[in-house]
């Protein structure tokens, strides 16, 4: 029993004391895979669910408020005036928000952020980041204006007066960088590079983003391929640094710059639509 090499004496070298069976060091359990493909499939099926309780909720709204506010829009208006589609669309997303911060945090049991992605940067970057989105956005003000397209395209409408103007100015720089570099340059870049590599993943956000802009801007093929341009610069300074914030923050600078230049070109919005 002594020689038994499964009996370690408390003498050699401090092993554990006489009579204890060794065991194999155990390996850690290998990480949960958080944002599956099943994930994905389950957010597009509540997707149509997510619209249609938007737009109850906003004509909901609309009918409780109307005696206090004085509005003359009939509910078919509502459905196209721009503030109460971007609200409508503000709703959308907290739906769409909500679904992934359940499955992150009580399915996955993973930090919502970090699990799609997000790292903290510096100041110095943060700055950097919004100086490169605004350098984008100048570059592409700049070859829209030498290839100008003869055709308007349905964005263009929803510009329609001064407070629609300030609406979809402050929802395309707080609300609509955030959540959809969290759905594109988060979850689906995340899946993609898992399954086919950075590279692809890259490419395929990028195409992917730009489709989602197509109905804005259809037939303006200009514009659709600027913005087929900028996901690539997004997806790339995702790819590049491994980190969401990188794009959300180029996301925001680009936007503002938009913005920002549309303000001071029409006369603080007042010549808007003219």
């Known amino acids: 029993m002594l020689n038994d090499p499964l009996i370690l004496s408390s003498e050699e070298g401090g092993t554990p004391p006489e009579g204890t069976l060794a065991q194999a060091p155990q390996p850690p359990p290998a990480p949960r895979e958080i944002w599956t493909w099943r994930d994905l499939l389950i957010m597009l099926a509540c997707i149509p669910f997510a619209l249609l ?99 308007g395209f349905p964005l263009e409408k929803l510009f329609n007066s001064r407070t629609a103007c300030y609406a979809i100015g402050a929802f395309a720089i707080a609300i609509a960088p955030v959540v959809e570099e969290l759905v594109f340059r988060g979850l689906l870049f995340a899946l993609v590079e898992r399954a086919a590599g950075t590279h692809l993943a890259v490419v395929a956000t990028a195409v992917l983003f730009a489709g989602l802009h197509v109905p804005e801007y259809w037939p303006a093929w200009n514009h659709m391929l600027m913005i087929l341009v900028v996901g690539l610069v997004f997806s790339m300074a995702r790819g590049r640094t491994g980190s969401l914030a990188p794009s959300i923050v180029l996301h925001i600078g680009y936007n503002t710059l938009m913005i920002a230049s549309l303000f001071f070109s029409s006369q603080h919005f007042r010549a808007v639509g003219r």
Request: one cysteine or more; charged letters at 10%.
């Open 53 to 151: 309780a938007s737009k109850i909720a906003v004509l909901i709204g609309y009918v409780v408020l109307r005696p206090f506010t004085g509005w003359r829009l009939n509910a078919e208006l509502v459905q196209s005036e721009t503030v109460f589609l971007l609200v409508q669309q503000c709703v959308f997303y907290v739906f769409i928000l909500g679904f992934l911060v359940l499955l992150a945090r009580v399915y996955h049991e993973q930090p919502f952020w970090r699990s799609l992605g997000w790292k903290r940067p510096a100041a110095r970057h943060v700055a950097g980041y919004l100086a490169g989105g605004a350098s984008l956005a100048l570059l592409v003000s700049l070859i829209l204006f030498m290839q100008p397209d003869p055709q």
